[in-house]
């Protein structure tokens, strides 16, 4: 395993470094006060569309999709360091670099599993940031931690699917550049085998039956950068069979191809994130003084900023060495690795948080401070694209398996 970073990757670090550094961090603030005076709290402000015309312009755009054809063509390897960095600005650089979950993971399985009409139609206009789309698969009714357990009904009648069903926190459904959902349901309830149950179909927003009911919160912020999450309803919205993504009953297994790349994306942003609780634990640390000395000197205050560091190393290692083993074995080849990083990396990046808001004091948990709002972000992570017990219990499984 070599962890060098190569020419283009250092190349397109130095740029993304730069872009953040002149537009992305002078942005955050501008963003609070445009939102603030905009009309609805889901339109996209004015500096976020200035900034991804920026970053299309620097060539800093769907970074993500290793699919040369529509995306940079980088192995995960490669988009890894540059996913770190825009970790550091979680809301706002994936998004105007148009990296940002849940279009990244639909665009994958487009690109993967959808036909030439599908990707006419949906995949190049999210390519081109024209529109934006969600994916619906959590259901408030059902432990979605298993998804064989989801309930939403895809029916056949004739050369349409009625589709009918409830859903939550489907991210991506409150912009109102949202204009397709891959919605997962079960078109054969009863069929033998529980993993060839579930199909994905294509659904247009504008679909007579689909109702957007409500924006749902997290930690009491609505994640308007990522268009938010909502709880969807569809009662007998009907589509043409030909929005079927792939075959009836791959459902189940496009998921798990979309989950892969999607989790190790998370943990790279995850490390990003961490790195700026660093150095905003710094910046504090030798700013502000108590008990007759700077924070710096104290020795608590040093014990945690070291043990972030040695944290982050660590991450950073194993998430890279994940990488390294998607590109040369594949994601199931990798499944092991996919799992330990997404059982470790969001618990140990809150816990940095944590003390990073510690040391804010009340700024840590107010909104002058981007602590608040990361911490929020990364907590939620160890519930999104499975919770953590769930893949404690797969990997156990697979390590008892050698000794039975």
Known sequence: MDFAFDARTEELRARLLAFMDTH????????????????????????????KAEARRQ???????????YGAGLTNLQYAPLAEIMGR???????????AAPDTGNMEVLAQF???????????????????????MTEPDVASSDATNITTHIERDGDEYVITGRKWYISGAMHPDCAVFIVMGKTDPDGADIRRQQSMVLVPRDTPGVTIRRAMQVFGYEDHYHGGHAEV????????????IGEEGGGFAIAQARLGPGRIHHCMRLIGMAERAIE????????????????????????WIADARVAVE????????????MDTVGNRGAHTEIQAIKIATPRTVVGILDRAIQLYG?????????????????????LADGPDEVHQRSLARRELKKYL
């Open 24 to 51: 992305v961090y002078p942005a955050e603030q501008v963003v609070h006060e445009q939102r603030e005076r905009a009309a609805s709290p889901w339109e996209t402000v004015p500096v976020v569309e200035e900034l």
């Open 59 to 69: 060539g800093l755009w769907n970074l993500f999709l290793p699919d040369s054809g």
């Open 89 to 99: 600005s979680p809301q706002l650089a994936p998004t105007v670099t148009n990296c």
């Open 114 to 136: 959808g036909d030439e009409a599908q990707r006419k139609q949906w995949l190049e206009p999210l390519l081109a940031g024209e529109i934006r789309s969600a994916f619906a």
């Open 233 to 244: 309803v569809f009662d007998h919205a009907r589509v043409p069979v030909a929005n079927l």
């Open 280 to 303: 905003l634990m710094c910046r504090r640390a030798v700013s502000r003084n108590a008990f007759g000395k700077a924070l710096a000197q104290q020795g608590v205050v040093q014990n």
């Open 314 to 325: 660590q991450l950073r290692l194993l998430v890279l060495k994940t990488a390294w083993m």
């Open 362 to 382: 009340a700024g840590g948990v107010s909104q002058d401070f981007p602590l608040a709002e990361l911490y929020a972000g990364a907590r939620t992570l160890m």
